[in-house]
């Protein structure tokens, strides 16, 4: 009997007409669907009309579910793995399953689909030619001035999720640490309040806009340095 397959299929990060012709069709047919919250998905699913058996997966039943999952898989059925939004994996979780997956022979499928932080990366204005994304900063202070400072000299586009309790400290933080950069705030994004706020950290700190929302912060890489006999010049300085 041959082995299931894993699919990953990314769901819509807030405009439900963002999700994809071909994961309709997956989340149609597969046997299962692995979902962070079941409560989230079945809302998804009673939209599109799907009727699926749903199980949840996530940080505080991985290690009892993924055993599960795998027999599933062995025995030929499918799975598809969703998060609460956007693509599964991007700062929630998912590699676990995936992992053992990969480590037991079943095929691994994934789906291409809404992002946050490519979405946000697109309309930012700032280089995607290389960029980090590092998800959620450490919740404590002193953890993430050290990060930032680790940061400064970054020549990328540098992209977090943040919560709107945060915010505003966060990027205090980041001036204080960074000086003078562009930054861009995407919040709410393909929903009805959606917003992208652009400016420096200077000019944000200042700047009065709704901390409501989901949030993703784009910094600007530090500017490249050209050597010369007088000493280094930023790029682009008169």
Do not use: C
């Not at 861009?184 to 400016?199: D, H, M, P, S």
């Amino acid at each position: 009997m041959s082995q299931g397959n894993l699919y990953i299929v990314p769901t819509p990060i807030g405009n439900l007409e963002d999700i994809t012709l071909r994961a309709l069709r997956i989340l149609k047919e597969v046997d299962v669907i692995a979902s962070e919250d079941t409560r989230h998905t079945q809302q998804l699913l009673t939209h599109f009309q799907i009727s699926k058996v749903l199980t949840s997966y996530h940080d505080f039943n991985k290690e009892a579910r993924v055993p599960l999952l795998l027999q599933v898989l062995k025995e030929g059925r499918h799975v598809a793995l969703v998060s609460d939004a956007g693509t599964p994996t991007i700062s929630d979780p998912g590699y676990l399953l995936i992992n053992q997956a990969i480590a037991h022979g079943i095929k691994v499928i994934p789906l291409p689909g809404p992002s946050a932080f490519l979405t946000a990366l697109s309309g930012s204005g700032l280089p995607t030619d290389a960029f980090t994304f590092y998800g959620f900063l450490p919740r404590k202070k002193a953890a993430r001035l050290k990060l930032m400072d680790g940061l400064k000299e970054d020549k990328k586009t540098l992209i977090f999720f943040e919560s709107p309790h945060r915010i505003v400290a966060v990027l205090e933080e980041f001036f204080s640490v960074f000086g003078e950069r562009r930054v861009v705030i995407a919040r709410e994004l393909t929903k009805k309040f959606e917003e992208l706020i652009y400016g420096t950290l200077g000019e944000i700190t200042k700047k009065k806009w709704s901390v409501k929302g989901e949030i993703t912060l784009l910094i600007e890489g530090a500017r490249k340095k050209m050597k010369t006999p007088a000493g280094p010049i930023e790029e682009g300085a008169p």
